[in-house]
């Protein structure tokens, strides 16, 4: 049992790229979302999923994108990387409590 | 709008002190209310949570305590040690259906001195 795994661990892009943020739960949980972690801002809520199929925008959404075809996976999706993106983003799943993954620490330059 | 404000921004404790965090919320419809704890590197972990229906909940050295008229919340460590140097952030959140939206404070920096 995993709990929340999140691939890569660390991930450094130029600006203009575009990459996927992976996580995937084996806790058969309906709720996940992901945050992003700046110094001094806490967590703030990017994108959530009640359930496979269904996603909608959280406290800061702009430049994301989600999708959520199965209960297991929920990947983030940046188009086209800004420095403003520089974070550490945090998977989470629920069915009560939140549980947290490990985290991705992204640089865009 | 910050819905949920921490304060202090970092805190120093002598061991076998009392660390005190305190959180204040706006919106009247959150009814849950967790604690977290964050080590360097790591994600945020479960520490402590208390529903509105109660005004103190106790788990071994931590407690929350709750004030519903004066919509705040603080989370009181006693006897901290060394190990509980890290990063503390209290949440709330609506619970209904299958939405655990957070909401999260700012955080807290905890260091205990040995």
């Known amino acids: 049992n995993a709990g929340v795994t999140q691939t890569p661990k660390f991930q450094v892009l130029k600006t203009g790229q575009s990459m996927t943020l992976q996580c995937a739960q084996d806790?058969?949980?309906?709720?996940m979302s992901w945050y992003r972690q700046d110094p001094g801002m806490g967590l703030r809520l990017i994108h959530y999923?009640?359930?496979?199929?269904?996603?909608d925008q959280g406290e800061v959404p702009n430049g994301y994108n989600v999708s959520r075809s199965t209960t297991e996976d929920f990947p983030l999706r940046l188009l086209s990387a800004a420095p403003s993106q520089t974070s550490v983003y945090f998977c989470?799943?629920?069915?009560?409590?939140?549980?947290f993954g490990p985290g991705t620490r992204l640089t865009v330059t | 709008q910050q819905q949920v404000k921490q304060s202090p921004q970092s805190l120093i404790v002598q061991k076998g002190g009392i660390s005190i965090i305190n959180c204040a919320y706006e919106?009247?419809?959150?009814?849950?209310f967790p604690w977290y704890q964050q080590f360097p590197g790591k994600g945020p972990a479960l520490l402590i949570a208390?529903?509105?229906?109660?005004s103190e909940k106790k788990e071994g050295r931590f407690t929350i305590s709750f004030n519903k008229s004066a919509k705040q919340f603080s989370l009181h460590i006693m006897d901290s040690q060394p190990g509980d140097s890290a990063t503390y952030f209290c949440?709330?959140?609506?619970?209904?259906?299958?939405?655990?939206?957070?909401?999260f404070g700012k955080g807290t920096l905890l260091t205990v001195n040995p």
């Open positions: 208390i529903r509105p229906d109660v």
């Open positions: 989470a799943t629920s069915q009560g409590e939140q549980y």
């Open positions: 919106n009247t419809a959150f009814d849950y």
């Open positions: 949440a709330a959140s609506m619970r209904g259906g299958s939405n655990y939206k957070l909401t």
């Open positions: 806790m058969n949980h309906e709720y």
């Open positions: 999923s009640v359930g496979a199929g269904i996603t």
